[in-house]
Nanobody, 127 residues
């Protein structure tokens, strides 16, 4: 079992930056592949990116590639989402998620593959 708590959301102007954090407690953090998803009002939850548990390899949705960076600090049991060049369409509630499963290919993008979720943090980008 792992508990996840996101922080760092807020209101930012278009073109600005934010860094989200997701602190994990419970079982060994390094055992989990970690992902970020987001959900805008009236829309389905959308995959943002994933970082593997072992190599730390990152994968991103096309919509955020080149602007967002996922990193993890296993010593601090924390995963980060650095968001640069923010756009109004990046607005939503951002969730971190954890899985012990091996996530191959498009499996990473499916919310059903993640057993553990944080409560979310709101990001609002004003245009």
């Amino acid at each position: 079992q792992v508990q996840l708590v996101e922080s760092g959301g807020g209101l930012v102007q278009a073109g600005g930056s934010l860094r989200l954090s997701c602190a994990a407690s419970g079982r060994t953090f390094s055992s989990y592949g970690m992902a970020w998803f987001r959900q805008a009002p009236g829309k389905e939850r959308e995959y943002v990116g994933y970082i593997s548990k072992s190599s730390g390899t990152q994968y991103y949705a096309d919509s955020v590639k080149g602007r967002f960076t996922i990193s993890r600090d296993n010593a601090k049991n924390t995963v980060y989402l650095q968001m640069n060049s923010l756009k109004a369409e990046d607005t939503g509630v951002y969730y971190c998620a954890a899985t012990t499963a091996i996530m191959l290919g498009s499996m990473k993008t499916n919310p059903d593959g993640y057993a553990y979720w944080g409560q979310g943090t709101q990001v609002t980008v004003s245009s």
